[in-house]
T-cell receptor, first 115, second 109 residues
Framework: NAGVTQTPKFQVLKTGQSMTLQCAQDMNHNSMYWYRQDPGMGLRLIYYSASEGTTDKGEVPNGYNVSRLNKREFSLRLESAAPSQTSVYFC??????????????FGPGTRLTVL | KNEVEQSPQNLTAQEGEFITINCSYSVGISALHWLQQHPGGGIVSLFMLSSGKKKHGRLIATINIQEKHSSLHITASHPRDSAVYICAVTSFGNEKLTFGTGTRLTIIP
């Protein structure tokens, strides 16, 4: 099992460009998450998807869109990148089979720089 | 005030020392998580606990629900333990995690 995979690992964009970060999991998890990690701050939730076909905003959704393509895949799109979106992005998934505990499994991260 | 506070923010110790990292939280929780992030690497879950104490190798995690406090201990620390350790909580009725800002641990040989 690969667990949670993310592509690309690194990306440099110019302000105004668009891109999509891809995430896939092979653990048959229902829930998937997108986080950003910035220096001096904890991981912050951008969007999450509790099940296939549903998505909800997290703490910092502005400037992002998501698609839960199927149970395995959850993509994050930046329509018009801004320097403030320079960050490391992590995708995660969880099964919630154990109620109330929500152990999450993380991908390796995407380091994005917006010039 | 953040819902999850960690201390210290940075910790440097000699190889072999006993390490303690603290986490305090201000909300009612259903579970507390300790995560490890190596430099340039991904994030892995170390422990998930809702009461008492858990041990895995040289790592021990404890939680005091009444005091809203958890500690992560590392015995006989080793340079490969150098990483950022992150505390996170799951609140009742909310599947989302709330994260602390992390403790950067450096173990010097």
């Amino acid at each position: 099992n690969a667990g949670v995979t993310q592509t690309p690992k690194f990306q440099v964009l110019k302000t105004g460009q668009s891109m999509t970060l891809q995430c896939a999991q092979d653990m048959n998890h229902n829930s998937m998450y997108w986080y950003r990690q910035d220096p001096g701050m904890g991981l912050r939730l951008i969007y999450y998807s509790a099940s296939e076909g549903t998505t909800d905003k997290g703490e910092v959704p502005n400037g992002y869109n998501v698609s839960r393509l199927n149970k395995r895949e959850f993509s994050l799109r930046l329509e018009s990148a801004a320097p403030s979106q320079t960050s490391v992005y992590f995708c995660a998934s969880s099964s919630l089979r154990i109620p109330l505990t929500n152990e999450q499994f993380f991908g390796p991260g995407t380091r994005l720089t917006v010039l | 005030k953040n819902e999850v506070e960690q201390s210290p923010q940075n910790l440097t110790a000699q190889e072999g020392e006993f390490i303690t990292i603290n986490c305090s939280y201000s909300v009612g929780i259903s579970a507390l998580h300790w995560l490890q992030q190596h430099p340039g690497g991904g994030i892995v879950s170390l422990f998930m606990l809702s009461s008492g104490k858990k041990k895995h190798g040289r790592l021990i995690a404890t939680i005091n629900i009444q005091e809203k406090h958890s500690s992560l201990h590392i015995t006989a620390s080793h340079p490969r333990d150098s990483a950022v350790y992150i505390c996170a909580v799951t609140s009742f009725g909310n599947e989302k995690l709330t994260f602390g800002t992390g403790t950067r641990l450096t173990i010097i040989p």
